[in-house]
C-alpha cells in the first residue's frame, strides 16, 4: 500500500493564498486554480479557515491544496435541478469539486454537497474525480445519494444513451485515488465509479432512509481488468436506528469491491452483499471480506 500512490513533490513553483482576508491573493478557490493554468511545475495552494460557496472544475495537474482550521466548501446542485431549458441536469453536473487532474493532494477539507436526501434532490454529488494519483488526507465528504463518484464511468448509461458530465480534457490510462483517514457519509451508493482506491483508516457513515429503507455504501463499475475499491483499517458506522445496510451492489457486472481489518457496526445487512436485481451479477462481481469485525456477527455471505 506504500506505493499505491507516486508522492507528489514539494519543490512549488507558486504557493497562493485564499481567504476573506488582505493578506490572501484570493478570495475564491476556483480563482486560484485559474490563476495558475500555464504553471508546468507544482503548485500550493493553501485555504484559510471560512464557508467557501463554490462548484469547482480543477484540471490542472501538480496541485496540493491544504486547509488551515476548518475549511468548508459547499455546493448545492442536484441531478433533478433543471437547467435553462428547463431539463434535469443529471448526476455527474452536481458535484461541488470535480477532478481532472494527475499528482493531486487535498487535505484538511470538508467537501460538501447540502441539496438533501435522494428523495427530496435525486443524486448530489460532494466529489467527482476523473483524475489520476489523487490523494486526500483528512477531508470529509458529506452528502446523501451518490456523494462520491470516482471515474471512469460506464461508456453508456444502461439505456445506451452517453453521460452527462463536464468536460474532460484529460484521459488518464489509470485512475487511483488514495483517501487517508478521511470522513464519507451518505445512504445510496455513496461511494461508487469505475476508479481504482484505497481508502485507508477512513470512518463510512451510513445516513438513514425514510422508513429505514435499504442503504449501500458502495456501487462500484469497474472495469473488467482494473482493480475496484480497498477499504482497509476503516469503521463503518452508522445514525442512530439505522439498519440494512449492504457493503456494496454492482452498478456493472465486474464491480470489485474489498473490505478488509474494518470493524463494523451492527446496521450492515447479514447478507452483506446485494446483487441490484441480477443473479447474473453474482457470477462476474469480486466482493471480498478479509479478517473484517462487526458487532453483530454473521456468517450469512451470499455473495462470495
Known amino acids: 500500500m506504500d506505493n499505491f500512490l507516486k508522492k507528489p513533490s514539494i519543490n512549488f513553483v507558486k504557493s497562493i493564498v485564499v481567504g476573506e482576508n488582505e493578506i490572501c491573493d484570493f478570495p475564491t478557490i476556483q480563482e486560484a486554480l485559474d490563476s495558475c493554468r500555464e504553471e508546468n511545475g507544482p503548485v500550493k495552494i493553501t485555504i484559510l479557515s471560512g464557508e467557501y460557496y463554490e462548484n469547482i472544475t480543477l484540471y490542472q495537474s501538480n496541485i496540493t491544496m ?35 487532474g494527475e499528482n493531486i493532494s487535498i487535505e484538511n477539507l470538508e467537501i460538501i454537497n447540502n441539496a438533501g ?3 427530496k434532490a435525486g443524486q448530489a454529488v460532494a466529489l467527482y474525480s476523473e483524475g489520476n494519483n489523487v490523494a486526500f488526507k483528512n477531508c470529509s465528504f458529506k452528502g446523501y445519494q451518490d456523494t462520491v463518484c470516482l471515474g471512469p464511468l460506464p461508456e453508456l448509461q ?40 484505497l481508502f485507508q483508516g477512513c470512518e463510512i457513515k451510513s445516513l438513514k432512509r425514510p422508513l429505514n429503507k435499504e442503504g449501500y455504501i458502495t456501487a462500484a463499475s469497474t472495469p473488467k481488468d482494473k482493480k475496484g475499491f480497498y477499504f482497509y483499517q476503516c469503521w463503518l458506522t452508522a445514525e442512530a436506528d439505522v439498519s440494512n445496510v449492504f457493503l456494496g451492489r454492482p452498478w456493472r457486472s465486474y464491480a470489485k469491491t474489498t473490505f478488509e481489518s474494518c470493524l463494523a457496526g451492527s446496521h450492515i445487512h447479514q447478507n452483506r452483499w446485494d446483487d441490484w436485481g441480477n443473479k447474473a451479477n453474482r457470477k ?21
Open 158 to 197: 444502461k439505456n445506451g444513451l452517453p453521460f452527462s458530465t463536464p468536460e474532460i480534457r484529460n484521459i488518464f490510462q489509470e485512475n487511483k485515488s488514495h483517501f487517508m483517514s478521511c470522513y464519507i457519509e451518505g445512504n445510496i451508493d455513496f461511494i461508487f465509479g469505475g476508479g481504482e482506491a
Open 66 to 100: 491544504i486547509g488551515i482550521g476548518s475549511v468548508k466548501l459547499i455546493g448545492n446542485r442536484y441531478a433533478l435541478q433543471k437547467d435553462e431549458h428547463l431539463r434535469e441536469i443529471g448526476t455527474f453536473q452536481t458535484a461541488t469539486l470535480f477532478i481532472n
Open 284 to 304: 462476474t462481481v469480486t466482493y471480498k471480506e478479509i479478517n473484517n469485525t462487526y458487532t453483530c456477527q454473521s456468517d450469512i455471505n451470499t455473495l462470495d
Open 117 to 119: 436526501p435522494g428523495e
